[in-house]
């Protein structure tokens, strides 16, 4: 299988810079995953689409400020820094450019000082590890001085952090937002509730790995990056419930998705607890416990729409995209939603 047979034609005019006002308010198409058959919608009437009984998995995850804009200690020269993955001995896995002005033992400051970062390693890919000094409590000082990690499509300046979250986010160190979950008001998610649908929120921070371009020709060949999720007993067993009841586990974007399918055995129960996924789910992949998924429309040749396509197939969501393109719908981070039902 080969990263191209993933490629769509996108014209740039359709990649969302902007999120819309109304988070519910965006487009929806609704895809039968087996037939291809295509319906237009607005996501606020996802309720509609969706039965008592189901159980939603929402990714609770939070988003950092994970940007820092710096300047080496001895020459001034400017320096950024995106904070990917915190270590167990507190120093940071990072992304450094110009990554030439990273060399071991190289100290950069932000903030005038407020922070210091001292590389203390290289490894793959040319990430750097450094170690922090500060004075007080990190987190403060990092939302002191951070900024939003958008992606580099997106090049319209935020006006408001919180639409680049969830309105349920709650456990800070994603370095991107689990866009899919971005649809969602609290509103919706009492209609959904009041209609009897279960709710079971999951944890996955998000690394930029889950978002970085397939460089190989052969989709075999490709490694993800790791990442960390946690799943509770509470959202454990209302998942396994709902299953056995025969209600349908629909996950509301991929990094719930790759959550629950890597805590799941292989009876099909998903196991509470904590740790690293590097799961890679393409076309071929069985899945031992999502039955349907919320999405929205993802970069072409990326991981993700090969997640998408396993759920479906690979032709079934192509021409979808292709119609969301003749329909002009929005696409990516801040873009409009698909429902594979």
């Known amino acids: 299988m ?49 039965k008592e009984g189901d159980c939603l998995v929402l990714n609770d995850t939070r988003v950092i400020p994970a940007r820092l804009i710096g300047e080496k200690k001895d020459t001034g020269g400017r320096v950024e ?17 110009p990554g030439k002005k990273a060399k071991i033992g190289s100290e950069i400051s932000f903030g005038n000082g407020k922070l210091i970062a001292e590389v203390v390693d290289i490894v793959e890919d040319g990430k750097r590890i450094v170690k922090f000094d500060y004075d007080g ?7 002191e001085l951070g900024k939003m990690p958008l992606p580099p499509y997106i090049t319209e300046t935020l006006q408001d952090n919180e639409r680049y979250q969830t309105v349920y986010s709650k456990t800070s160190g994603s370095a991107a937002a689990p866009t899919a979950g971005l ?36 989709v075999n060949d490709h490694k993800m990056h790791s990442e960390f999720y946690m799943v509770s007993d509470e959202s454990a067993e209302l998942i396994n419930s709902v299953k056995k009841s025969g209600g349908r586990v629909i996950c509301v974007g991929t990094t719930s998705c790759r959550t629950i399918e890597s805590a799941c055995d292989d009876q099909g129960n998903v196991m509470s607890g904590s740790g690293w996924t590097d799961i890679f789910i393409y076309p071929g992949y069985k899945f031992k416990i ?38 002009k719908y929005r696409f990516f981070s801040f873009g409009d939603a698909m429902f594979l039902e």
């Open 137 to 143: 409590i990190f987190e403060e000082v990092l939302y």
């Open 2 to 50: 080969k990263t191209s047979d993933f490629y769509y034609d996108l014209p740039e005019e359709l990649i969302a810079q902007v999120p819309i006002e109304d988070r519910s308010s965006s487009k929806l198409l609704v895809l039968n995953k087996s037939t291809g058959e295509i319906k237009h919608d607005i996501f606020k009437n996802i309720v509609s689409y969706l």
């Open 290 to 327: 999502v039955d349907n998924l919320i999405t929205n429309f993802h970069l072409p040749e990326s991981t993700l729409i090969m997640l998408v396509s396993a759920l479906s197939s690979r032709k079934i969501i192509l021409n979808a995209y292709k119609e969301a393109v003749k329909e």
């Open 183 to 218: 649809h969602f008001t609290e509103e919706l998610l009492d209609d959904i509730r009041r209609k009897g649908i279960n709710i079971a929120f999951v944890t996955l921070h998000v690394g930029l790995g889950t978002f970085r371009p397939v460089k190989v020709d052969d």
């Open 81 to 97: 820094f995106l904070l990917l993955k915190r270590n167990e001995d507190d120093t940071w896995e990072t992304l450094v450019k």
